[in-house]
T-cell receptor, first 114, second 110 residues
Framework: SQTIHQWPATLVQPVGSPLSLECTVE??????LYWYRQAAGRGLQLLFY??????ISSEVPQNLSASRPQDRQFILSSKKLLLSDSGFYLC?????????????FGPGTRLTVL | GQSLEQPSEVTAVEGAIVQINCTYQ??????LSWYQQHDGGAPTFLSY????GLEETGRFSSFLSRSDSYGYLLLQELQMKDSASYFC???????????FGRGTSLIVHP
């Protein structure tokens, strides 16, 4: 069976500090991978997605970046965090089967920037 | 672009039936999905509709009307554990990546 891991679960960082969130998927090959951010009481905003190693698409301009160094590893980074980067970050994977493609979400990382 | 509208909050009592509506505006529509998210948890997939009509899965059903750009999630025999946020999400416009609505918070009272 497939599982998705994210760490850390919670993180408190000062403004201007770097960020690295990691996501790994087990039990599947060549998944599509996604990073979402969810602000309090809001929907899911797609930040990045990847259809393969080294292939990253960015949905919104921001001071975040993503990388996919291995097939089942997806990393979200920032060189200098802003207050507005606070939120709940969710990693997800899907089989990339087109219409009806179900997304499987990780447990999330709650980031607070002070 | 794409836009989705769903109520921000719905309340109901245990054992009742509740309907959560979702209207969307998009081009090149493929289908509508529903996800459930408990407070602090990960969203989980509930259903997907590509064609008009009702899809039933246990206590949950999802309906789609493509001509009206409208769908709803129907929850029957409500239980306290159904208290959660429910998101509709649309796939459209050449991309199979879903665009999520802002979610509906369902509060179930005893």
């Amino acid at each position: 069976s497939q599982t998705i891991h994210q760490w850390p679960a919670t993180l408190v960082q000062p403004v201007g500090s770097p960020l690295s969130l990691e996501c790994t998927v087990e039990g599947t090959s060549n998944p599509n991978l996604y990073w979402y951010r969810q602000a309090a009481g809001r929907g899911l905003q797609l930040l990045f997605y990847s259809v393969g190693i080294g292939q990253i698409s960015s949905e919104v301009p921001q001071n975040l970046s993503a990388s996919r160094p291995q097939d089942r590893q997806f990393i979200l980074s920032s060189k200098k965090l802003l207050l507005s980067d606070s939120g709940f970050y969710l990693c997800a994977w899907s089989l990339g089967q087109g219409a009806g493609d179900e997304q499987f979400f990780g447990p999330g990382t709650r980031l607070t920037v002070l | 672009g794409q836009s989705l509208e769903q109520p921000s909050e719905v309340t109901a009592v245990e054992g009742a039936i509740v309907q959560i509506n979702c209207t969307y505006q998009t081009s090149g529509f493929y289908g509508l999905s529903w996800y459930q998210q408990h407070d602090g948890g990960a969203p989980t997939f509930l259903s997907y509709n590509a064609l008009d009509g009702l899809e039933e899965t246990g206590r949950f059903s999802s309906f789609l009307s493509r001509s009206d750009s409208y769908g709803y999630l129907l929850l029957q025999e409500l239980q306290m554990k159904d208290s959660a946020s429910y998101f509709c999400a649309v796939q459209s416009g050449g991309s199979y990546i879903p665009t999520f609505g802002r979610g509906t918070s369902l509060i179930v009272h005893p």
